[in-house]
């Protein structure tokens, strides 16, 4: 039994809002900077009352529609996320009730921008397992909540929004290997050290990263899993037809490529127009690819993952 994604959606909430847009804001910024450093040119940010499990439901709803299910026929619900709506329950219930299923399996997977990789793969071992057959796996996050908006070295980079695909039991393979790591020993350079105890937030609340250990590290081990993946199916990198990173920063999506040895028509760019979505990059940069007809049956796609933790994963599709 293999798994495979039967069923892709996404979803960003409002209107895009532009280096400018923030700059007129009041953030010491420019377009200049901001698109030379990052590629970033816009990022999506959700309304005060729009929480994770909000996004990630009009996702869900899209990938159904694209799968041809209803929210019943779900057996299981797998949400990455760093932004929960809540400390408890989990996101993942909170979607399930919102879609208005009853019983499936539901919860959520925090590694943060590696978490959809994180929760596709553990998808695929449930269904491979044979005890579950449709499973929902979303990644849903709004760090905008969690961003210090006087810290213009982090503010400016990343944005909301969601992406969910549906996996299915399949006789044909669809999964073909997936590749997940952690070093804990890293987890100083990108976290939100805070934590809550006794109605108060102890420590510090906001997302605090060191840019610049976060790039190098982003880089070599993108690459280093990519390869990982590729050897474990027997598949040589120059054969993939898509690479499709965890969206950060467009100068490490083209240093993964140049490592790889893989020409940027290759990589599904979304940075410019989402900002790094954590969880959410992947799969929103996989249902542009595959509505806009870039992305056929037939194809090899490598999705990639690295974020806080620190965590890093790789998943390999023969689409
Ligand atoms: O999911 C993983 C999430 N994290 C990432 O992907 C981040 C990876 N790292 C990066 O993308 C880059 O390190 C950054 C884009 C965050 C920063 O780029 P950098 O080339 O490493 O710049 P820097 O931090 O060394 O800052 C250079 C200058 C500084 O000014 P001085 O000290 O040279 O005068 C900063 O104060 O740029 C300044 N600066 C800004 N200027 C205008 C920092 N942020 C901004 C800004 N607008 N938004």
Redo the contacts with the bound molecule.
């Keep these: 039994m293999f798994s495979r994604i039967t069923g892709i959606g996404g979803f960003l909430p409002g209107e895009p809002v532009s280096n400018d847009d923030l700059a007129r804001r009041g ?4 377009d200049q ?2 698109t030379s ?2 590629g970033i040119r816009f990022r999506h940010l959700a309304e005060g009352g729009q929480s994770a499990s909000d996004l990630a439901l009009e996702a869900s709803r899209r990938a159904l529609a694209a799968a041809g299910l209803a929210a019943s026929d779900l057996d299981l619900i797998v949400v990455a996320t760093s932004t929960p709506d809540f400390i408890f329950p989990s996101t993942a219930c909170l979607l399930q009730s919102k879609l208005g299923n009853h019983g499936a399996t539901a919860f959520d997977i925090q590694a ?2 590696s978490g959809f990789v994180y929760a596709l793969t553990i998808a695929d071992k449930f269904v491979r397992s044979g005890s579950h057959r449709r499973a929902l796996v979303v990644g849903a996050e709004v760090f905008s909540r969690i961003l210090d908006w006087s810290d ?6 990343f944005g909301d929004g969601a992406g969910a695909v549906v996996v299915e039991a399949s006789e044909t393979p669809g999964i073909l290997s997936s590749a997940l790591h952690a070093d804990g020993a890293h987890h100083g350079i ?1 976290s939100v050290p805070g934590s809550i105890c006794g109605g108060k937030v102890i420590g510090d609340p906001f997302l605090r ?1 060191d ?2 250990a ?2 190098k590290f ?1 880089v070599r081990v993108l690459a280093e899993v990519a390869d990982e993946c590729c050897q474990a199916a027997g598949v040589a990198p120059a054969d993939l037809d898509w690479l499709i990173p ?1 969206q ?2 467009i ?2 999506l083209e240093a993964t490529a140049k490592r790889m040895k893989l020409p940027m028509e290759k990589v599904v760019v979304t940075v410019d127009r989402h900002g ?1 979505t ?1 969880a959410a990059s992947v799969p929103l940069a996989l249902d542009e690819a595959v509505r806009d007809g870039r992305i056929v049956t037939g194809q090899k796609v490598m999705l990639e993952g ?3 933790g620190f965590t890093w994963g790789a998943v390999l599709l023969a689409f």
């Design positions: 953030i010491d910024t420019s900077w901001v450093r990052t943060v921008c213009r070295a982090t503010c400016v980079l990108l990263m840019g610049q976060v790039f982003a965890h950060a920063n100068r490490i790094n954590s690295v974020g806080g």
